[in-house]
């Protein structure tokens, strides 16, 4: 119970959570808005399966009804990944979904803030938001980068979305003090594709680096999140040769119809999924599940870590 807050949770989180075993947060935008039913619930489900897989538990976090929740069983997930009206959460709208009674799914800096408050510290999703392309007239800049600066959690994703400007994410995140760590390469991932041309700021190879990283940080206090930058595997990667096309057109397109706010992102991931005949919801299932599985051995580090 935080205030008059209740956040509910499945069994096998409340136990992990009560016995100090490793649990991993999971956003549920990407079962709403990220791909049509059943393949939604199909991958949130696969996604959960990885993370037992590795010896730690997985909490969804979403709002149903006005409660919000920390781990989803089955029955749930069905229910939201059929579930139509969704609200889709971020800082600015979550007390407002929770105060209204409203059904509502959670995006990164949601499920940051609601991780943090059911005491969960690792947090597994596909991308982060952060600016997009052509902020300095629009000013769209992702809540995700104000959570990540002001929130203990650590974010496991494959970098920013390559719809963005990673270039000005970068710059915005290192503004804001959040450590951002490539995983076991030099260069920052661009979801879809293992490269993106940029440096990363930081760069370690095992999830107990990580853990000691964040162990410290912890000493030094006042700390935020870290986001590590996991690349997507290498047979499932789409080249940025390739993406950087397709992202081009679906910009243009959006431009043209005025496509503005939250409606941006989903729209793009639409008209590339589009443009590259399904192949990027392929690698966007792909890095999501590698996601979740270096996410899960990070929670186990951290855990060990604080034992």
Sequence with gaps: MTGSIKIETTRDV??????????????????????????????????????????????????????????????????????????????ADLAFALAEARTGATTVAATMMAAHLAGIHVFGTGGIGGVHQGAEQSFDISADLDELARTPVIVVSAGAKAILDIPKTLEAL??????????????????????????????????????????????????????????????????????????????????????????????????????TDGASLKTNIALVLNNARLAARIATALTSATQ
């Design 14 to 91: 409340a136990d992990a959570l009560a016995q100090g075993r490793p649990v991993v947060a999971l956003e549920s935008t990407i079962i709403t808005h990220g791909m049509p039913w059943p393949g939604n619930r199909d991958m949130a489900l696969e996604v959960e399966a990885v993370i037992r897989a590795e010896g730690a538990v997985p909490a969804t976090i979403a709002v149903i009804g006005g409660r919000l929740h920390a781990g989803l069983d089955e029955a749930a997930i069905t229910e939201l990944a059929q579930a139509s009206d969704v609200m889709k959460l971020s800082r």
């Design 174 to 275: 290192e503004t804001r003090g959040v450590p951002v760590v490539a995983y076991g390469q030099d260069e920052m991932p661009a979801f879809w594709s293992r490269k993106s041309g940029l440096k990363a700021p930081l760069r370690l190879d095992e999830p107990g680096a990580i853990a000691r990283f964040e162990m410290i940080r912890r000493e030094l206090g006042g700390h935020g999140g870290m986001l590590i930058a996991n690349p997507v595997p290498q047979a499932d990667e789409i080249p940025a040769s390739e993406m950087n096309r397709h992202i081009e057109a679906a910009l243009a397109t959006a431009r043209a119809r005025g496509i503005e706010g939250k409606a941006v992102t989903p729209f793009l991931l639409g008209e590339i999924l589009t443009l």
